[in-house]
Every structure is written in C-alpha cells, then in structure tokens.
C-alpha cells in the first residue's frame, strides 16, 4: 500500500487538484460586496484567485500546503489529499497506540522513520489542520495534542510556518476557555513514546 508520501510525490508529479471548493459556502462568491479573501492571503503558492463573486484553485501551482482550507471562515475550501475526515480516522487510531496522545507529523518529518507510522497521523504539511480539527481532539478526550514539523526554514511549505503557529495559538485559547485539559503544542522532534526504536536497528533489536 502506498505512504503518503509516495501519494504527494504523485500530486507533484501529475499535478493532480489537491484542493477544492464549494462555492455555496464561500462568502466571497455568495456576496459580491464581502471583502474576504483569506484563502487569497494565506496561499504560500499564488495558486488562489478570487474576484467578480468567483473563486478558483490552480492546480498546477497549488503545492497542498492546506493552509487555505485551515484560514476559510465558511469552510469553502477542502483538502482531497487527505481529507480531513482521514486524518481524523488516522488521530483516533494512532492515539490508541501512543498512550492516548494524538500525534500528527508532516510528511516530511515523517519521511525520516523517526517515529513509528503506527503511532501518529501524517499530513502533507501541517497547514492543513485548523483550529477545529484540534478542539475537536481536545473534546474527543485527548489529553496531549503534538504536531511535528520537519524544519519548516528548508521546506518548500515553509511560509505556512507562521499560520501553523497561529493555529496552535488559537486553539489552545479555545481549549482553555472551553475548560478542558488538553494541551497544544508544536514541535520539531517526536515526543518518546512515539519514538520508533526499531528503526536504528534493521533487525528490529
């Protein structure tokens, strides 16, 4: 079965449509005097356009940062790959495996084998998680919440760092005003018991 991370090789190649819209909910397009254009501002590509109540995705420019789907107030915009009903599925079974703690990694991080597949959730890039998705987890009963980069400075995803950070920020503000115990944070290093052991050693020991 493919990774994830032969799937995003495939988008890159083929430069297959990774993000769509439903223009029934966006508000640009519903209303010709709305000034939104969030998804505009957010895209790290250019690969947004949005005037004259239309709303487009290039999806040859694109790079499936997912940061306009996180920033979408109307929640227009949405990933095809992944979806986030997948990433959810993923958080819930690899959060089973890692002492109740969700996990989610991006692809890049991922790719290194740090951590073991069967205990965290991937993402081409951490953008696409939003606030709703984390006070989600944090209502669903997960304690801790950890999503890892892979160094954002060098990757090509790395202008959506900022946003990442803000969406961290905002949802801890929720899950506290909301008075649950959950924690957010941002890392660049798998907490250890997500560590994959068995990957230094080929033999498993």
Same mark, same amino acid.
């Given at each position: 079965?493919?990774?994830?991370?032969?799937?995003?090789?495939?988008?890159?190649?083929?430069?297959?449509?990774?993000?769509?819209?439903?223009?029934?909910?966006?508000?640009?397009?519903?209303?010709?005097?709305?000034?939104?254009?969030?998804?505009?501002?957010?895209?790290?590509?250019?690969?947004?356009?949005?005037?004259?109540?239309?709303? =487009? *995705? $290039?999806?040859? +420019?694109?790079?499936?940062? !997912?940061?306009? #789907?996180?920033? %979408?107030?109307?929640? &227009?915009?949405?990933?095809?790959?992944?979806?986030?009903?997948?990433?959810?599925? =993923? *958080? $819930?079974?690899? +959060?089973?495996?890692?002492? !109740?703690?969700? #996990?989610?990694? %991006?692809?890049?991080? &991922?790719?290194?084998?740090?951590?073991?597949?069967?205990?965290?959730?991937?993402?081409?890039?951490?953008?696409?998680?939003?606030?709703?998705?984390?006070?989600?987890?944090?209502?669903?009963?997960?304690?801790?919440?950890?999503?890892?980069?892979?160094?954002?400075?060098?990757?090509?995803?790395?202008?959506?760092?900022?946003?990442?950070?803000?969406?961290?920020?905002?949802?801890?503000?929720?899950?506290?005003?909301?008075?649950?115990?959950?924690?957010?944070?941002?890392?660049?290093?798998?907490?250890?018991?997500?560590?994959?052991?068995?990957?230094?050693?080929?033999?498993?020991?």
């Amino acid at each position: 079965m493919p990774s994830i991370n032969d799937m995003m090789e495939v988008v890159d190649l083929l430069k297959v449509k990774a993000i769509d819209v439903d223009e029934l909910k966006c508000v640009a397009v519903r209303n010709r005097i709305s000034r939104c254009r969030k998804c505009v501002d957010a895209c790290i590509a250019d690969a947004i356009t949005c005037d004259h109540n239309e709303i =487009a *995705v $290039d999806a040859a +420019a694109c790079v499936n940062c !997912g940061c306009c #789907v996180a920033v %979408c107030p109307d929640h &227009a915009l949405f990933a095809l790959e992944p979806r986030a009903s997948s990433v959810d599925a =993923a *958080v $819930d079974k690899t +959060a089973d495996r890692a002492s !109740g703690m969700a #996990v989610i990694a %991006c692809a890049r991080k &991922a790719a290194r084998r740090e951590g073991d597949p069967a205990k965290h959730a991937t993402v081409p890039c951490l953008g696409h998680i939003d606030e709703e998705q984390l006070v989600a987890y944090a209502a669903g009963g997960l304690g801790d919440i950890v999503l890892v980069d892979g160094e954002c400075a060098t990757c090509k995803y790395g202008a959506a760092s900022p946003l990442i950070d803000v969406v961290v920020d905002e949802a801890a503000k929720l899950i506290e005003a909301a008075g649950a115990d959950a924690i957010v944070t941002r890392t660049s290093a798998f907490p250890p018991e997500v560590i994959d052991h068995s990957a230094a050693d080929p033999r498993g020991r």
